[in-house]
């Protein structure tokens, strides 16, 4: 398509050539022509040896004498200077304009300059697209494979309220005969790669209709106006079809709530925006025309767009629990040589994968079992697979890593391993490993949550504690001032945490059940710097019972550090194996 358009670009740029060549031709015709002084012409004019004289708007006249022969002369612009010759008996010959011989050059110049910069405009929205292909944009269905509900694993409920779309896509006149409003818009909200794409291709597939893809964040423009006339252009053709899904990916990049405060108002997104509500409006419901659209955050969005007769069907489209993943490992394994795998236990490793992650799982196991020539994918592939889609790819440069960073490192992670054994048993630490990852972590610890939606209080401390067994064991073992910023990211969820429990769970004394998110008007600056004391609190009080945990259990801390920077990596049996806790796992 690329190609195409660069193709297309080469005519425009050869007739602005062509006519460049020509008009630069006359030019120099007139240029060598001969020339005499105005006063000789006028001289010429009164000995009656001219004929012809030719005056346009031009700053030369052209002067043909009665020999045969021509020349030029300045051009008065006199408005007596046709009078006068024609009373002399000179015939005259004005055109208002510049002569053909330019004016044909120029037009083609002027028109190809114009469709040049029409190119460059349309190329550079075009060059600003991430996910959707250019067909996409140019609002043609993209959908060359086949899919439906079996390509979609798990996400049952979502299944569910989906079928009802691809029913009113067969069938919207039935719909309208029973005085039905079926929804013109759905919104699929919930975590990247969580098969949101995919759910809105199957309904496309399952229902037989073209499948029109956009996202959201192409149409953001440098230019005002082009994000609008292209959501103008995509309805239009998606009605040329009659019916059709028209798939809007982030959403949130065109619809998201307009506080004027913090962006001060951004045109080109408003009248995208804009153009996008008045499409939606602009067809009845029984045309048959569905508009999908995705985003990872529901309450990110204008209000404006969740109005009936608009995106009025809200479905969540949430992580794949245990049974899920299975299901999606399965499907994505289908077609693969896989011998020794226990998809079960992969199910289990991997809570809190994403669709796209477990594909990608699937995939770099495939990837490293064809490296090795191996006959079959086994699981020691998906074991460094799974390491990899976790973390990145391993750093293969260990050595820039530094021996004191190592250490520190070490002594981090090992934090966290010994303060999860010992303070969430229940929990498994599968790896522990001071490798650096591309993804910027110098290390990590990984322990396998349980899969459960509710999450108590104790348990709650319990996790902060974990989290916060890194930063404890670099104070204890190098002192308080060579303290690191690799904890960084641990100190981050954990204030997300706490807060969460004081502001949000009503498991704080400061607000008690009340929760911070629904009295942003009535919450005074007391209140918060209250809410801030007893979160810090609660963090101070978690610090050091965590520390008096390591110092308690220092020569274990001593051993997993000593062993991390031996060996790198430690999973669980390593860890077993050196560790003396009786742990129950
Ligand atoms: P989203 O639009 O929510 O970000 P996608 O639909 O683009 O996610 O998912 C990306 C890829 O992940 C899909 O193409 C598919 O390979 C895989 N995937 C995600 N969810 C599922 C699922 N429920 N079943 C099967 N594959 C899935
Ligand atoms: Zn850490």
Not at 81 to 87: F, G, I, V
Request: charged share 25%.
């Amino acid at each position: 398509m690329n190609k195409i358009k660069n193709k297309y670009i080469l005519i425009p740029i050869f007739a602005a050539l062509l006519s460049l060549v020509a008009l630069l031709a006359t030019n120099h015709k007139t240029n060598t022509m001969n020339y005499k002084s105005y006063p000789e012409f006028l001289k010429d004019t009164s000995s009656s040896v001219v004929s012809t004289v030719e005056i346009n708007a031009s700053s030369k006249i052209n002067v043909l004498l009665k020999d045969g022969t021509n020349y030029i002369t300045d051009n008065p612009n006199s408005i007596t200077l046709k009078e006068d010759l024609l009373s002399k008996g000179i015939e005259v010959k004005t055109s208002a304009a510049m002569p053909m011989a330019q004016r044909i050059p120029v037009t083609i110049l002027g028109l190809s300059l114009l469709s040049l910069i029409i190119l460059a405009i349309r190329n550079s929205s075009i060059s600003g697209s991430k996910i959707t292909s250019i067909e996409a944009l140019d609002g043609q269905s993209i959908a060359k494979e086949k899919f439906n509900f079996h390509s979609v694993a798990g996400n049952e409920e979502a299944k569910e309220s989906l079928k009802d779309i691809v029913d009113f896509l067969k069938n919207p006149e039935k719909y309208a005969s029973y005085g039905a409003r079926m929804p013109k818009g759905v919104i699929l909200y919930g975590d990247p790669g969580t098969g949101k794409t995919l759910l809105a291709k199957a309904v496309a597939g399952e229902a037989g209709v073209p499948f029109y893809a956009v996202s959201g964040s192409d149409f953001i423009q440098v230019y005002v106006g082009v994000g609008a006339s292209r959501i103008r252009n995509l309805f239009k053709k998606a009605k040329t079809h009659g019916k059709a899904v028209i798939f809007i990916d982030e959403i949130d990049a065109i619809g998201k709530q307009r506080d004027s405060g913090k962006n001060g108002g951004n045109d080109e997104r408003d009248q995208t925006l804009n153009a996008l509500l008045t499409e939606m409006s602009g067809f009845s419901e029984s045309t048959g025309i569905v508009v999908m659209a995705a985003t990872n955050r529901l309450d990110m969005l204008d209000s404006a767009l969740l109005r009936p007769g608009r995106f009025d069907r809200h479905i969540e489209v949430a992580l794949p629990d245990i049974a899920a993943r299975e299901k999606i490992l399965n499907l994505h394994l289908k077609n693969k040589p896989i011998k020794n795998v226990d998809l079960k236990d992969l199910a289990h490793k991997t809570a809190y994968f994403s669709g796209a992650k477990l594909e990608s799982l699937t995939n770099e196991a495939a990837i490293l079992a064809c490296k090795d020539n191996s006959q079959y994918i086994t699981h020691e592939y998906f074991d460094k697979a799974y390491s990899i889609v976790l973390a990145g790819y391993e750093k293969i440069e260990r050595s820039s890593m530094s021996e004191v960073d190592r250490r520190i490192t070490a002594y981090h992670e090992a934090g966290h391993a010994l303060i999860s054994l010992l303070k969430l048993p229940e929990e498994k630490v599968s790896k522990v490993t001071i490798i650096p990852t591309s993804k910027g972590a110098g290390g990590y610890t990984l322990s396998l949550p349980k899969d459960s939606s509710y999450q108590n209080l104790d348990y709650l401390r319990r996790r902060i504690m974990v989290l916060l067994g890194g930063r404890a064991a670099e104070e204890i073992v190098f002192g308080k001032d060579k303290i690191t910023t690799g904890a960084f990211s641990d100190l981050k969820h954990t204030t997300n945490m706490v807060n969460n429990m004081v502001t949000e769970y009503g498991m704080g004394k400061s607000l008690g059940l009340l929760r911070l998110s629904e009295m942003n008007n009535f919450i005074n600056n007391s209140d918060i710097s209250s809410v801030i004391e007893e979160c810090k609190v609660t963090v101070d009080e978690l610090y050091n019972t965590v520390k008096v945990t390591l110092i308690e259990n220092m020569n274990t801390l001593e051993v997993i550090a000593t062993e991390l920077l031996e060996k790198e990596t430690l999973n669980h049996n390593d860890l077993m194996n050196i560790v003396d806790i009786d742990i129950a796992v």
